[in-house]
């Protein structure tokens, strides 16, 4: 019997890229093992990459980047369960690029909105979810909300967003468009199974909810997308976001 792949995960819970590449393996029902990098000493863990970034994938000791690349390769390697079926290839690359724009655009709050006690609040409960994994100095945890908003990689992405639009619009128009996008179908492009996009999506609209920052899924006020929501939810398994069952603070 041929043995099965060692597969390896590599990121911290908190990013929306390893989450999505995270939900990838789930969907297919794949053993892995998800590593905890620490974000202050990302080398100390995947050093062996020679880059800082996350998430990375390793399967039997071959390593690849950037989330919507694994899951082209999971689909090479894995047949079963496609996350991008060759009949609906554009469709899905497409939706996919959408997807990591509207992932992207979850970072405006921390690029042109005040540090409110809301987002405060929400952020040091990041940094505990972080600190469980890998313990981050506590005065470094005390700043995390401060040290977060100004980090380079935040900046960087705010010079590649239109900033002229407002946030709130913004919001507005990446709803319509999901919802265009749905096409009527239970999952994005219309289809009847989920997709790299709406893998890459649903367990970032689940994360805040389930790790107690929010009382109910935002993404579920409006009936078309908690439809979806829930649909997808049935695909994926009870935690299907890379924390510690025990920092899970509401259930699907």
């Keep these: 019997m041929t043995p099965s792949p060692k597969i390896t995960l590599y990121g911290y819970a908190t990013s929306p890229f390893v989450r ?20 202050i000493n990302p080398a100390a863990t995947i050093g062996h990459t020679k880059q800082t970034m996350v ?3 390793e399967i039997d000791g071959e390593w690849r980047t950037e989330s919507s690349d694994h899951g082209h390769w999971l689909d090479a390697i894995f047949p079963d369960k496609p996350l991008c079926p060759t009949e609906h290839e554009q469709i899905v690359r497409d939706n996919d690029a959408w997807a990591s724009a509207f992932l992207h655009a979850g970072f405006r709050a921390l690029i042109d909105t005040d540090l409110n006690a809301a987002m405060r609040a929400r952020l040091w409960r990041f940094a505990e979810i972080l ?3 890998t313990p981050i100095p506590n005065e470094i945890r005390s700043r995390w909300p401060d040290l977060v908003a100004n980090a380079p990689f935040i900046k960087a992405m705010g010079e590649n967003m239109d900033l002229t639009e407002s946030y709130s619009a913004m919001q507005m128009r990446l709803v319509g468009e999901f919802i265009e996008r749905l096409k009527g179908g239970p999952f994005l492009g219309g289809l009847d199974s989920p997709s790299m996009a709406d893998l890459a999506i649903f367990p970032n609209a689940a994360f805040s909810y389930m790790v107690g920052c929010e009382d109910e899924p935002a993404i579920t006020k409006l009936e078309p997308l908690k439809n979806w929501f829930y649909a997808v939810a049935q695909h994926l398994p009870a935690n299907p976001i890379l924390v510690q069952d025990y920092l899970v603070v509401n259930s699907l």
Excluded: E, Q, R, W
């Excluded at 297919?28 to 990098?37: A, E, R, S, Y």
């Design 20 to 39: 999505k590449t995270g939900a990838f393996l789930y969907y297919k029902g794949l053993d892995f093992t998800h590593i905890p990098v620490n974000p």
């Design 55 to 57: 998430p990375v994938l």
């Design 131 to 133: 600190n469980s994994d």
